[in-house]
């Protein structure tokens, strides 16, 4: 088990990786409320029993202001004020509702989590940022808050439908391939005990992401500069999603082969470092040609909040572990080979 701090604008969060999901009873109040949704509560839900519970409708359309509107009613009944602490159990969508919650319940109570899924350990939980999705647009409403603490356990994952574990490789690999060569080196050296769970190595793996993510936001919390280098393989990987309908992870795989190749194109990065990149993502069993209609991710992408004009900003590779952002020309973006 590792426990380190992180701060964000003054607030201090705690870390706990590889820590027993029983232990959270030692981290919140005895009056704490739990916020899960039924398929976590359905697996796990002994392990809080006796904890005020508040259940949601696991799903992306049920990340709405409904639910959360829902949830501050239930929070009233149970009589929770301003000491009132929420402990959010579950994957990305509970810890984005759960902190949202917590932060605007009476002006804000304090509030932990537990993320039950890989990529809500390696990336929603972190960072800071909440909230629900409004009309169609994703995360319309929401702040920007820090919990007090976020424990992950990878048992739990053992639990985890292979696709959800596949969205949190994904992540994985995103964090390594903009910010450490040498956690990519340890992915390539342990990819088969990365897809056996191993716990010694998701925990590191973890722990890593978590480091450079959290760096990376403390460097630049509102998202003004550094933090757009996050959404490497993002810019592809949305419009792929939004127009092929497959998962995140794969998307974003898709998306970081095609940052890859451009950064290869720009002469930024040799194509040695791109074939790793391939082979890595092979191996993690996540896609790496696009087989869909490329017009209509063209489509998708020219829509994209980030374009400015007839510029989009990309975040390209000048090599594996360094990353960058550049504005790149929607012509280019068309003669692109993907
Ligand atoms: N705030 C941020 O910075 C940030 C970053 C990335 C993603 N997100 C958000 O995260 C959400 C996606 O999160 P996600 O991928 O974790 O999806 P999710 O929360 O929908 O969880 C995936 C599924 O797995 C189930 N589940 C959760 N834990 C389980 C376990 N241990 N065993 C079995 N089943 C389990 C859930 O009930 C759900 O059906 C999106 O809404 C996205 O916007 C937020
Ligand atoms: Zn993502």
Redesign the pocket.
Known sequence: MTTFKINTSGAECKILVGESIENFTSLVPEHAIVIT????NR??GKVWKGFKTIITT???KH?TLATLEDIYRQLLDFGVDRSGFILGI???????IAGFAASTYMRGIRFGFVP??L??QV??S??G???VNFHGF??MAGTFSQPNFILSDPE??K???AE?LS?GFAEIVKHALIADAEMFDFIEENAENMLQLNPEVINHLIKRSVEIKSGIVNRDEKEKGERRILNFGHTFGHAIEKVSGIS?GKAVALGSVIAGKLSVQRNYMNEKDLNRIIKLLECLELPIKFQGNKNEVLDALFKDKKREQDAIFFVLLQGIGRAFVEKIMVEELKQLNF
């Open positions: 949704d039924e398929n976590v697996i796990y696991p799903g992306e990340k579950g994957g990305g969508i509970v810890c984005d039950t899924t990529l809500a990336d929603a972190i960072g940022k909440n909230g994703k995360n739990v994952l639990t985890l439908p959800e969205n995140h």
